[in-house]
């Protein structure tokens, strides 16, 4: 398996806090990727970056937000957690340099819970 | 705007037959990559395999091989001697210049024992 790790795994938490989701990877790729999937459903790009200080939002809209200080650490924060956010968040990242060719890794999820 | 559909949402098939996943999808783009990437439950997503789009043969992974037909914009995934092990969400997924994988729906397959 890939060396993206994410944490938590699973959290359970109340209205209005203020959560981030770790997600680290050891392999220096360059690209890294922010989904939202509910169970058993497709993939929603939330956020991506290509590089240290770089982000951008994804296709769906989200009122997430993400940092890219370091290389290998992309976390995610939302500022107060609603039940909406309630799903699953996968973080995956991708090498540099050439586009099409490398292999996109997947992390092992991050599965919240607001209540 | 690149698009990827998945027309079945599920599929069963016993343990030991071949299944066949299909994916469509559409781009302006001449060479791109195509791939075939499965969720296990409460697992970690992994890539099954992929395909070039400039190169006529279809990849092979040791069971799992694809029928990659260009023209049609057709990139379905056979899966022969299915296990159970093989249970599990696949995704296809299509990457062009913009860097970004777009996904289909999914396919949710079952193996029965």
């Known amino acids: 398996e890939a060396d993206i790790y994410q944490t938590p795994r699973y959290l359970v938490i109340g209205t209005g806090k203020k959560i981030t989701l770790e997600c680290s990877q050891t392999m220096g790729h360059d690209k890294m990727y922010w989904y939202q999937q509910d169970p058993g459903m497709e993939l929603h790009l939330i956020h991506y970056s290509y590089g240290v200080n770089s982000t951008e939002k994804g296709d769906l809209s989200s009122e997430s937000t993400v940092s890219r200080i370091r290389t290998e650490h992309f976390p995610l924060t939302l500022e107060s957690a609603r039940p909406s956010h309630t799903s699953q968040y996968l973080c995956?990242?991708?090498?540099?340099?050439?586009?099409?060719?490398?292999?996109?890794?997947f992390g092992p999820g991050t599965r919240l819970t607001v209540l | 705007a690149q698009t990827v559909t998945q027309s079945q949402p599920e599929m069963s098939v016993q343990e030991a037959e071949t299944v066949t996943l299909s994916c469509t999808y559409d781009t302006s783009e001449s060479n791109y990559y195509l791939f075939w990437y499965k969720q296990p439950p409460s697992r970690q997503m992994i890539l099954v395999i992929r395909?070039?789009?400039?190169?006529?043969q279809n990849a092979t992974e040791n069971r799992f091989s694809v029928n990659f037909q260009k023209a049609a914009k057709s990139f379905s995934l056979k899966i022969s001697d299915s296990q159970l092990g093989d249970t599990a969400m696949y995704f296809c997924?299509?990457?062009?210049?913009?860097?970004?994988?777009?996904f289909g729906q999914g396919t949710r397959l079952t193996i029965n024992p």
């Open positions: 997924a299509l990457i062009q210049g913009a860097q970004k994988l777009v």
């Open positions: 395909q070039e789009a400039y190169k006529q």
């Open positions: 995956a990242s991708r090498p540099g340099g050439v586009p099409y060719t490398d292999t996109q890794y």
